[in-house]
């Protein structure tokens, strides 16, 4: 199945049937710690699944003191 991802990383992934959040986002290289993972602006979580032709968007985490 197609997974596009927009935001931090723009490109669209292959993954098998049943493919999860965190499984797409070891795909690209990404730290599932590091982003925010929203989908039809809802904010979905690592262990989410996800169906075919879905747009997932990364958000960066910003952090301070």
Same mark, same amino acid.
């Given at each position: 199945?197609? *997974? #596009? @991802?927009?935001?931090? #990383? #723009?490109?669209?992934? &292959? =993954? +098998?049937? /049943?493919?999860?959040?965190? $499984?797409?986002? +070891?795909? *690209? $290289? =990404? $730290?599932?710690? &590091?982003?925010? @993972? ?5 904010? *979905? @979580?690592?262990?989410?699944?996800? &169906? $075919? #032709? ?6 960066? =985490?910003?952090? /301070?003191?």
């Amino acid at each position: 199945m197609k *997974i #596009k @991802v927009t935001g931090l #990383k #723009k490109e669209t992934v &292959n =993954v +098998k049937e /049943g493919s999860t959040v965190s $499984d797409v986002l +070891k795909k *690209i $290289d =990404v $730290d599932v710690q &590091n982003v925010l @993972v929203t989908r039809n602006k809802t904010l *979905i @979580v690592g262990t989410t699944k996800l &169906n $075919d #032709k879905d747009t997932v968007e990364l958000l960066s =985490v910003i952090s /301070g003191g």
